[in-house]
Nanobody, 123 residues
Framework: QVQLVESGGGLVQAGGSLRLSCAASGRTFSTYTMGWFRQAPGKEREFVAAISWHGSTTYYADSVKGRFTISRDNAKNTVYMQMNSLKPEDTAVYYC????????????????WGQGTQVTVSS
């Protein structure tokens, strides 16, 4: 089992940047596919980005492609998401998630979730 704790959210103006971090407990972090999801007010939670256990494969939602970058440091049990050129529509609670599925971007295949961190982008 793995526990996830997100940090790095906050309030930023449109066009600004934030870097989210997700710290994981446990000695098997390097075996998990990791993902970021987000939920805006009144909307369902949606996929944002995912990274394979070895870090060489990444995948992004079209809405963030070219602006967000997911990365991981297995030595630090941490996954990151650098968010640039933020837009008001990026406002949401961002969740980190983990799965032992070798590769997936399907939300219901992620077994472990953090508590979320709020990102608010003002216009």
């Amino acid at each position: 089992q793995v526990q996830l704790v997100e940090s790095g959210g906050g309030l930023v103006q449109a066009g600004g940047s934030l870097r989210l971090s997700c710290a994981a407990s446990g000695r098997t972090f390097s075996t998990y596919t990791m993902g970021w999801f987000r939920q805006a007010p009144g909307k369902e939670r949606e996929f944002v980005a995912a990274i394979s256990w070895h870090g060489s494969t990444t995948y992004y939602a079209d809405s963030v492609k070219g602006r967000f970058t997911i990365s991981r440091d297995n030595a630090k049990n941490t996954v990151y998401m650098q968010m640039n050129s933020l837009k008001p529509e990026d406002t949401a609670v961002y969740y980190c998630a983990a799965t032992r599925v070798r590769w997936t971007v399907t939300q219901n295949e992620f077994d472990y979730w953090g508590q979320g961190t709020q990102v608010t982008v003002s216009s």
